[in-house]
């Protein structure tokens, strides 16, 4: 078993250089806390691996499915909220408080997701606005048990340092990017939701007349991605400590919006490549003279991608480095003259 992954390594994963750029890129967030020494540098770093597993959710509920969701805040809230709530009243760890509340964002997020798995458009995206805003209302509605305004605070850390916190972190969003990017494989020989999902976006209909059940798989996508934005909320309530109001904004929805587009929707790893550019440039413009003007800044950079790149910039980039074989659809280097396996010629 282990000589076919060494195989299945060599010449499904070397060869192609988007694959090798995700190894490198992932091995630098594993040595980065070696590097660079400091708090601050750790924690915008710990933010965006959470940032990563939301926005990546997102894609697969939105991009993968053609759901598109402006309320994707209502998951990330309900794991936030559910795992402080845990805490305060059941006394339990973040280990098992970050779990339960995500499966419970899950599950409550579908239940209220439930009657609009039949609309499409910009019917099915109002009525995913409105959720959080609904929640947020709720929350206020019953101080003595969410902390209203307040919030609740002095959660538990998830380790005693920062950068364990970081790893931890870090771990949980390589896991989490891998299995989401497993389910939405339209490639995959085992698990054939990605090519489902698919089906749903290009054509519901024609995949309904195919013998789909495409409600079910809708609520398969929604649970998931329900499921690993809760887990999102709450490492992030556990991360800074507290949890308030403000993860049910109508910001945090469309900040993930963002983050996909500009690295490239329906990709799973453009949301990683938007989170890492945007969100870290965002911060760095903290104390500097720029620092009023960073939205404007990051707002400028997205335009400038969308009208250049509206396909994204990760996914730009791989299309300049990888060329597909026209005969074998094997993913080649894109210098090659000739297919890596068939030998078939590529210009």
């Not at 054509?203 to 991605?225: H, L, P, Q």
């Not at 894109?334 to 210009?347: D, K, N, P, T, Y």
Request: proline residues 5%; aromatic residues 12%; charged residues 15%.
């Amino acid at each position: 078993m282990f000589r076919r992954l060494l195989r299945e390594f060599r010449w499904g994963v070397l060869p192609i250089p988007g694959r090798s750029l995700a190894i490198i890129f992932f091995i630098f967030l594993f040595i980065f806390p070696l590097i660079f020494r400091g708090n601050y540098p750790l924690l915008i770093l710990t933010l965006a691996t959470i940032y990563t597993i939301f926005a990546v959710s997102w894609d697969l509920v939105s991009g993968y499915t053609g759901q598109v969701s402006f309320g994707h805040a209502l998951f990330f809230g309900l794991g936030a909220y559910g795992s402080a709530l845990l805490y305060k009243y059941a006394g339990l760890p973040p280990a098992a408080t970050i779990p339960i509340g995500a499966i419970g964002a899950a599950v409550i997020g579908v239940a209220l997701c439930l009657p609009a798995l039949r609309l499409r458009g910009p019917y099915l995206s109002l009525f995913t606005m409105a959720l959080p805003l609904l929640l947020t209302e709720v929350v206020r509605a019953f101080p003595e048990v969410t902390g209203g305004y307040v919030g609740i605070r002095d959660l538990p850390r998830l380790v005693d340092s920062r950068m364990g916190e970081y790893y931890v972190c870090l771990i949980v969003m390589t896991v989490s990017v891998l299995i989401m990017w497993k389910l939405s494989d339209a490639g995959s020989k085992y698990v054939r939701t990605g090519l489902i999902f698919h089906a749903i976006r290009e054509d519901e209909i024609a995949a309904r007349v195919s013998g789909i059940n495409t409600i079910r798989y809708k609520i398969v996508a929604f649970a998931v991605g329900g499921f690993f934005a809760g887990i999102a909320g709450g490492l992030f309530g556990h991360i800074l400590r507290t949890v308030g109001l403000g993860v049910f904004a109508m910001t945090m929805s469309f900040q993930a919006i963002i983050w996909v587009v500009f690295g490239g929707i329906v990709s799973i790893y453009g949301a990683v490549v938007g989170v890492f550019t945007l969100f870290p440039l965002v911060e760095l413009l903290q104390g500097t003279p720029l620092v009023n003007y960073r939205f404007l800044i990051m707002a400028g950079t997205v335009i400038l991608i969308l009208l250049f790149m509206p396909e994204g910039i990760a996914v730009r980039i791989r299309d300049k480095i990888e060329e597909q074989c026209p005969r074998c659809k094997v993913t080649n280097v894109a210098w090659r003259r000739e297919c890596r396996a068939c030998g078939a010629s590529l210009h």
